[in-house]
């Protein structure tokens, strides 16, 4: 939700009795969609023995609990919370969460959101989250970039000779692979969706059968 404006009325204060359900309007098109399930799906695969983490996407962040509506202000595409349990939630919100903000936000940008994106969430990421990281990425034109925060300010990201940007935080780097973007290991392996997993599986297992057939083992009788 939002940054408050200098007046408030009644109805726009939020009373947080219980769980908040996101406030999120859907993504843009298709390709800002499969683009974050894409990203949420290969961490949480990455890190499927770990239970100290949430990660969601297109979710509304309450911070304060007198905190306003306002449409200057929307939840992150993609974001991680580190140090955390790992469970389904509505929405993020900060007070019953230990204060905990997310350690790494990334926007995908488009024609209607970049000019916020590149600005006023910039701002609140950098100066009311202090969120260690934020990338961006445009799944249209490919416009990609990353920050980290040094003494409370956003510098940017030195990209390596692949074009990707370390994130410290994920232990991960993110960089575009056929006009997607990606997570990489530091061995510049590429992190799998559950798709290539399941692939490279049953290739796995139809070269064991013809290597079986080769020896004259029937690979159904074991």
């Not at 499969?34 to 509304?60: A, P």
């Not at 955390?84 to 993020?92: Q, V």
């Not at 230990?98 to 916020?116: C, F, M, Q, R, W």
């Not at 950098?126 to 980290?148: C, H, I, K, M, S």
Request: negative net charge; contains cysteine; glycine residues 4%.
């Amino acid at each position: 939700m939002s940054v408050a404006p200098d007046l408030e009325t009644t109805e726009d204060v939020i009373n947080p009795p219980g769980d908040l359900y996101s406030d999120e309007p859907p993504l843009e098109s298709d390709l800002h969609r499969l683009q974050m399930t894409l990203l949420i799906q290969c961490l949480e695969l990455w890190w499927s023995n770990r239970n100290d983490f949430y990660v969601s996407g297109n979710i509304t962040i309450y911070y304060s609990p007198r905190q306003l509506k306002s449409e200057d202000f929307r939840g992150p595409d993609f974001l991680v919370v580190l140090g955390t349990e790992r469970r389904p939630r509505k929405s993020w919100v900060v007070w019953q969460e230990d204060g905990k903000y997310p350690n790494v936000i990334i926007e995908l940008l488009s024609d209607s959101t970049a000019a916020t994106d590149r600005g006023l969430k910039k701002e609140i990421y950098q100066n009311t989250f202090r969120t260690p990281e934020y990338f961006w990425f445009d799944p249209n034109n490919l416009e990609f970039a990353g920050f980290v925060l040094v003494a409370g300010k956003y510098q940017p990201l030195e990209p390596n000779a692949q074009g990707w940007l370390w994130s410290q935080q994920l232990d991960l780097y993110l960089g575009i692979d056929q006009d997607k973007l990606r997570f990489f290991t530091a061995e510049a392996e590429l992190v799998p969706t559950p798709e290539e997993v399941a692939y490279q599986q049953t290739q796995r297992a139809d070269r064991l059968a013809a290597k079986l057939q080769e020896l004259g083992i029937d690979p159904n009788s074991l």
